[in-house]
C-alpha cells in the first residue's frame, strides 16, 4: 500500500494517535511547578474569594478577632461573592473561564494539575477543530493532519495547556467562531438560511469576549473579511443581529457588579505601568517608542510561529544563524502569497489570504495598543494567542506549496525547517523544566511544587489541638486608596486553599512576620513549616 494510501485508509487512527501523543506532553509534569502570577487570580475568584479578604470578615478579616478556622475560610460564597472577587482582582475579565472553573474544581478539587487540566482539555478540543476547520474548508485530509502534527508538538499550545487561565478556552472560541463564520458564508454564496449558525457564531464571539477583551480585533478582522469578499446585504443584515448577541452580553457585564470597573481598572493600570517604564525599564516593560515596540515584538513573534520559536535567544548566541532563519522565513511567506494569489479556486483564494490577515493583523493589533497606551506591556504573546491556531495553517501551507514547487529551493527550506524541528525538542524539555521562553512568565529559576500545598500538608501532619498556626504577613501597597487593609493575608488565604473545608485548625495572621509560617504549640515553642524568602518562593 502506498504512503498516501495508508495516510487515506488510516485519517482517523492517525489523527488519534496525535491527539494521545498531545495529551501526555501536556500532562507530563502538569502540576509539577506552583501556582505563579495571574494563576493565583483565577484559584481565587474560581473560589469566590476576594483577594486580601474584603468578602472574609467571618474568617481573615474577622473586626474583632484574629483567630480563624479552615471551616470559616469555606464558608458558603453566591453570585455576589463572585462579582466581588473578579471586579477587584481580575479586572472583570475573563468571567466565563472562571465562572466555569468554579464548578470544575467542585468536581475536581483545587490542586495545581486539576486547575491546569481543564485548559488543557480545551487545547486538545482545539486541536480536534483544527482537524474539522483545515478538513472542512480547505478540503484536504493530509493538510488537516498536517496542521494537527504541528498543534500536537507546539511548545505554545503545551505552555498554555500548563497555565490556569483563561487563554486556552479563548483559543478554542477564536477557533469556533472563525469556522462558524466561514460556514455562514458557504451556506449564503449557495442561497441556504443558516439561521442558528449566526446565532451559534453570535454566542462564539460573546464567549471570546468574556473570555479576554482583547479578542477584539479577531472580529474587527471577520467584519473586514465579509465586508471585501461578500456583499450582500443579507449577509450583513445577518452579522449585525448576531452580534447583538456579544453586545448585549458584554453590555449587560460591564453594567454588574463583576465587570463596571473594567475601564477604571484599565486607566490606572496603564499610568502605573507608563510611571514604571519610565522609572524601571526592562527588556519587556518600556516606553512605547517604535525601537522599543519592534525590539519586543520580535519575541512575540517568534513565539507565535513554530518554524522560528526560540530563535530571539539562539540570536544571541548565534546572530548569522538566526538572521538565515529568519530571511527563509520571509521568503517563505512571500512564496505562499504567490502560489496564493495564482489559484485559480477563488473561494480557495480569498480564503488563503483570510488565513494571513488573522495571522498578521492581531500582532498589528499590537503596536496599536503600545502607542496607545504609552509602554510596551501589552505586547505579549498571550495577548494574541487566539489566532496561533490561524499561523499552524498558515506554516502548513508553506509545507505544503513547497512541496508541489518542481525546483530545488524546497530542499535547502526543508533543511533549515528540519533543523528548527530538532529545536522543538529542547523547548518542549525546557517547558517540563520551567525554563522555556516567555510564553506566559519567565522565573530566574524554576519554580518548585506548590509551597501552599506543602504548607497546607505539613499543617495536616504536625497540628495538634490547642495549637495555633501563624501565617506571615506583608504591609500592602496603598495603590487602592483609602479603606485598604495595612497587613496583607494572601499567605493565609492561598495555604487554607488547601485545607479540609470542614476543618478546625486554630490559625491567626502574625504581622510582625514576614516570610515564615509556624505552628505555635501549647508549651509556646514554635516549628517551622515554611520560609518563603521573600519572593523567591511566592511565584
Excluded at 494563576?39 to 467571618?58: A, C, I, M, P, R
Excluded at 530545488?408 to 525546557?430: D, E, H, M, R, T
Aim: aromatic share 16%.
Amino acid at each position: 500500500m502506498e504512503f498516501r494510501q495508508f495516510i487515506k485508509a488510516n485519517t482517523k487512527l492517525i489523527l488519534f494517535g496525535f491527539l494521545i501523543i498531545a495529551f501526555g506532553l501536556r500532562f507530563y509534569k502538569i502540576g509539577e511547578h506552583g501556582l505563579a502570577g495571574d494563576e493565583k487570580y483565577s484559584l481565587f475568584v474560581s473560589q469566590f474569594v476576594t483577594y486580601e479578604g474584603n468578602n472574609q470578615h467571618d474568617s481573615v478579616r474577622k473586626p474583632s478577632d484574629q483567630y480563624f478556622t479552615p471551616k470559616e475560610f469555606w464558608s458558603k460564597k453566591s453570585l455576589p461573592d463572585f462579582f466581588d472577587s473578579i471586579a477587584r482582582l481580575d479586572t472583570g475579565n475573563g468571567a466565563l473561564y472562571t465562572y466555569f472553573l468554579h464548578y470544575w474544581t467542585q468536581l475536581f478539587g483545587v490542586s495545581d494539575g486539576n486547575l491546569r487540566m481543564l485548559s488543557l482539555l480545551f487545547n486538545l478540543l482545539t486541536i480536534s477543530l483544527l482537524y474539522v476547520f483545515v478538513k472542512e474548508h480547505f478540503r484536504s485530509e493530509n493538510l488537516a493532519l498536517l496542521v494537527v502534527f504541528l498543534a500536537t508538538i507546539s511548545p505554545f499550545y503545551i505552555t498554555y495547556s500548563q497555565v490556569a487561565r483563561n487563554y486556552s478556552i479563548n483559543m478554542f472560541f477564536a477557533l469556533m467562531s472563525t469556522h462558524l463564520l466561514l460556514k455562514i458564508l458557504m451556506s449564503e454564496e449557495i442561497k441556504e438560511k443558516p439561521f442558528w449558525n449566526y446565532f451559534y457564531y453570535g454566542c462564539c464571539v460573546l464567549a471570546c469576549e468574556m473570555c479576554h477583551f482583547a479578542t477584539f480585533p479577531l472580529f474587527l478582522t471577520h467584519a473586514l473579511f465579509a465586508t471585501i469578499f461578500f456583499r450582500k446585504k443579507r449577509v450583513y443584515v445577518g452579522f449585525g443581529l448576531a452580534m447583538l448577541i456579544p453586545a448585549i452580553g458584554v453590555g449587560l457585564w460591564l453594567n454588574c457588579e463583576g465587570g463596571k470597573w473594567v475601564v477604571d481598572y484599565v486607566t490606572n493600570s496603564v499610568k502605573v505601568y507608563n510611571e514604571m517604564a519610565l522609572l524601571h525599564p526592562d527588556e519587556y516593560l518600556n516606553v512605547a517608542t517604535l525601537k522599543n515596540i519592534l525590539k519586543q515584538l520580535r519575541h512575540v513573534i517568534s513565539a507565535m510561529f513554530i518554524v522560528i520559536d526560540g530563535y530571539p535567544a539562539l540570536y544571541i548566541v548565534h546572530k548569522k544563524a538566526y538572521v538565515l532563519i529568519l530571511t527563509t522565513s520571509i521568503a517563505t511567506l512571500l512564496l505562499l502569497i504567490q502560489s496564493s494569489w495564482r489559484i485559480q479556486n477563488k473561494s480557495q483564494r480569498r480564503l488563503r489570504f483570510f488565513i494571513i490577515l488573522l495571522s498578521f493583523l492581531p500582532l498589528l493589533s499590537l503596536v496599536l495598543f503600545a502607542f496607545q497606551d504609552g509602554n510596551t506591556f501589552r505586547i505579549m504573546p498571550r495577548y494574541v494567542a487566539y489566532s496561533y491556531g490561524f499561523n499552524l495553517i498558515v506554516i502548513s501551507l508553506i509545507i505544503k506549496d513547497l512541496w508541489l514547487r518542481k525546483n530545488w529551493i524546497k530542499y535547502p527550506i526543508y533543511f533549515i525547517f528540519g533543523i528548527q524541528f530538532l529545536a522543538i525538542n529542547k523547548l518542549i524539555v525546557s517547558i517540563w523544566d520551567d525554563n522555556p521562553p516567555r510564553y506566559f512568565m519567565g522565573f530566574s529559576q524554576p519554580r518548585k511544587p506548590n509551597p501552599y500545598h506543602f504548607s497546607a500538608q505539613k499543617i495536616i501532619q504536625e497540628y495538634a489541638k490547642g495549637d495555633t498556626v501563624l501565617y506571615p504577613s506583608v504591609v500592602i501597597e496603598k495603590r487602592g486608596g483609602i479603606g485598604m487593609p495595612r497587613y496583607s493575608v494572601v499567605d493565609a488565604q492561598l495555604t487554607n486553599f488547601y485545607l479540609p473545608k470542614d476543618a478546625e485548625i486554630i490559625q491567626r495572621v502574625d504581622v510582625k512576620e514576614t516570610n515564615k509560617i509556624f505552628i505555635k504549640k501549647v508549651n509556646g515553642d514554635k516549628k517551622l513549616i515554611f520560609d518563603f524568602e521573600d519572593t523567591k518562593y511566592r511565584y
